[in-house]
């Protein structure tokens, strides 16, 4: 017989919320303590002079473990959330003029690249399919189990796996893998640029981050209709209505560990008992902040971080049709970017922009023939850079690029401007160093040394969120909660 358990969750991120649900759905009595005035964690939104910005993650990729969410709960899933695919789902840019449509549709992705670099679509339908394979072989065994569980590796689908592990390309970069594929220079920076999914550097990351295209080209991109910050709205009704208490404005002063067992929290001086804690809190600041005095795991917690971001949230009084939802504007050397961000600790003079334009399907997000721009690029962690000088920098390098490539003056159509930092990324989500993702993967024992998703010194502790197994990015959040939830019995 089930015993229901009283649980703390600490953090309303998109893994503190998907926790809260699949275990308030188990009959567990859950509390959630958020030290912000909001849920969603880096998932939200703001509004400024008529324009709304998603303020965090951009991209929606696997809905389906959104709608798993809503099955669980016994939820009509278009009463509470609806989504569209996209038929493009990036348009990328080159210095030279060149733009590349990145169709969803393999066939028509493939027939674009060859139109645009003569690329036989014969090697990017052979690239799509080993992305598929790799995804097949590594999903349920890196990303839906634990790895730090024996029974992980006992699974019929794991025992599956092991024979086929050769075909990961573990110990060759995605760069010289796609190197492989392609000879054109314009198609492997494409293929390369998926390693920014996870705050890691396509030159020294294994090619088994190749899987990621399959979501895009095989799987699909969607928009969430509302925009981003609808899944969170989704997620925090859905735990409502599933009984979930929730504390805004309360962060949590310490984990309250007796006899070797998290006991509960303390909140506002008061200690509050619980029979399991759940942080969503970065792993970093968990042990640092909530944990103090005990052994901390250092090995894991000081791996080297992912990327961090500069991004301008503009409203622009002008309308782009030759810009599409999600955009990319490449620098010409590519990896001297990486370089600079990873290695150098700096920010490149001429940066990759990442343009986002919710307006394009959402048009209530901007005033009618105005724009919702956000506009990101990628940057080193904060290690006490002079962010004010480096966002002034950035601000000039990145107006001059899209002035550049779109043939207009960008600067006169800025109508109102909000900024975000590693400094903000960080003070307000809690995330080590503004570090997006945690730790990077540029190391091919990255999956095995994220922490994992339990405390093996602490009982009735556990860990949720991006920077733990399995990793950054919205559906791994909801992934890491999933495997939370099956290990609270």
């Known amino acids: 017989m089930r015993t229901h358990k009283n649980v703390g969750i600490i953090g309303a991120g998109v893994a503190g919320l998907a926790t809260a649900i699949r275990l308030a759905n188990k009959g567990h009595k859950v509390t959630v303590f958020e030290a912000n005035a909001y849920a969603g964690g880096k998932l939200t939104a703001f509004e400024q002079n008529g324009f709304r910005f998603d303020a965090g993650p951009s991209l929606f990729t696997l809905p389906y473990l959104v709608d798993e969410l809503l099955n669980l709960c016994g939820k009509n899933t278009t009463d509470y959330f609806a989504y569209t695919r996209l038929p493009v789902v990036c348009r990328y840019f080159y210095e030279d003029g060149t733009t590349i449509n990145g169709y969803a549709n393999a066939r028509d992705f493939a027939l674009e690249i060859h139109q645009k670099t003569g690329v ?3 090697k990017v339908y052979n690239h799509l399919k080993k992305s598929a394979q790799l995804y097949e072989i590594t999903a349920k065994v890196f990303l839906e189990n634990s790895l730090h569980k024996l029974r992980t590796y006992l699974l019929p689908h794991t025992l599956w796996a092991i024979p086929q592990l050769y075909k990961l390309n573990m110990f060759t970069s995605m760069h010289r893998a796609n190197l492989k594929d ?5 198609v492997v920076q494409l293929f390369n640029r998926f390693a920014t999914y996870n705050g890691s550097n396509p030159y020294s ?9 399959h979501l895009e080209h095989n799987i699909g991109a969607y928009f969430p209709l509302g925009g981003m910050h609808s899944i969170t709205q989704t997620l925090y009704r859905l735990a409502t209505e599933e009984g979930v208490t929730f504390h805004f404005n309360t962060p949590v002063q310490e984990i309250h560990v007796q006899n070797g067992k998290a006991a509960g929290v303390v909140v506002n001086n008061s200690q509050l008992p619980f029979d399991v804690v759940v942080s969503n809190m970065d792993i970093w600041h968990t042990y640092h902040k909530l944990l103090p005095g005990l052994p901390k795991p250092m090995h894991i917690l000081n791996r080297p971080k992912s990327s961090s971001a500069i991004i301008f949230y503009w409203g622009i009084g002008h309308a782009f049709p030759q810009l599409d939802l999600h955009n990319i504007f490449f ?4 990896q001297a970017e990486f370089d600079a961000i990873f290695n150098q600790n700096q920010l490149h003079p ?9 307006s394009k399907y959402n048009p209530d997000d901007a005033p009618a023939g105005s724009e919702n721009w956000f506009v990101m690029v990628n940057t080193p962690p904060n290690n006490g850079q002079n962010w004010e000088t480096l966002i002034a920098q950035t601000r000039q390098q990145v107006l001059n690029k899209l002035s550049r490539l779109l043939k207009t003056d960008i600067a006169p159509l800025i109508k109102t401007e909000a900024v975000l930092d ?3 990324i960080e003070s307000r989500t809690s995330s080590h160093m503004g570090a997006l993702y945690g730790s990077n993967s540029n190391s091919i024992w990255s999956a095995f040394l994220r922490h994992p998703n339990f405390s093996s010194k602490i009982g009735n502790l556990f860990f949720c969120g991006g920077s733990v197994h399995p990793g950054g990015g919205i559906p791994l959040c909801l992934l890491s909660a999933k495997i939370v939830s099956e290990m609270v019995k």
């Open 350 to 358: 001429d940066p990759t922009i990442y343009l986002n334009i919710s």
């Open 205 to 213: 990351a294994p090619a088994t981050l190749n899987m990621i295209p």
């Open 182 to 186: 392609f000879t054109h220079p314009k």
């Open 120 to 122: 036989h679509p014969a």
């Open 422 to 424: 590693p400094r903000t």
């Open 331 to 334: 620098v010409n050397d590519y």
